[in-house]
Nanobody
Framework: QVQLVESGGGLVQAGGSLRLACAASGRTFSSYAMAWFRQAPGKEREFVAAISRSGGITYYADSVMGRFTISRDNAKNTVHLQMNTLKPEDTAVYYC???????????????????????WGQGTQVTVSS
């Protein structure tokens, strides 16, 4: 199992940047594919970005492509989401998620599926003012 704790959220003006962090407990962090999802008030939780176990493969939602970058450090059990050129529509609670592809199936076919991920953090609020 793995426990996830997000940090780095806050209030920023449109056009600004934030860097979210997700700290994972456990000794098998490199066994998990990781992702960021977000949920705005009154909306479904949606996929933002995902990264493979090694970090060599990344996927992004169209809405954040070119502005957000997901990365991981397996030695430090962390995953980051660098968010640049933020827009008011990026305002949401951001969640870190983890899944073991050896149990849950092919990462490439499931990275955007919310229910594919077994472990979730508590979320961190990101608010972008116009």
């Amino acid at each position: 199992q793995v426990q996830l704790v997000e940090s780095g959220g806050g209030l920023v003006q449109a056009g600004g940047s934030l860097r979210l962090a997700c700290a994972a407990s456990g000794r098998t962090f490199s066994s998990y594919a990781m992702a960021w999802f977000r949920q705005a008030p009154g909306k479904e939780r949606e996929f933002v970005a995902a990264i493979s176990r090694s970090g060599g493969i990344t996927y992004y939602a169209d809405s954040v492509m070119g502005r957000f970058t997901i990365s991981r450090d397996n030695a430090k059990n962390t995953v980051h989401l660098q968010m640049n050129t933020l827009k008011p529509e990026d305002t949401a609670v951001y969640y870190c998620a983890a899944a073991d592809p050896s149990i849950k199936g092919f990462f490439g076919g499931n990275y955007y599926v919310r229910n594919w991920y077994d472990y979730w953090g508590q979320g961190t609020q990101v608010t972008v003012s116009s």
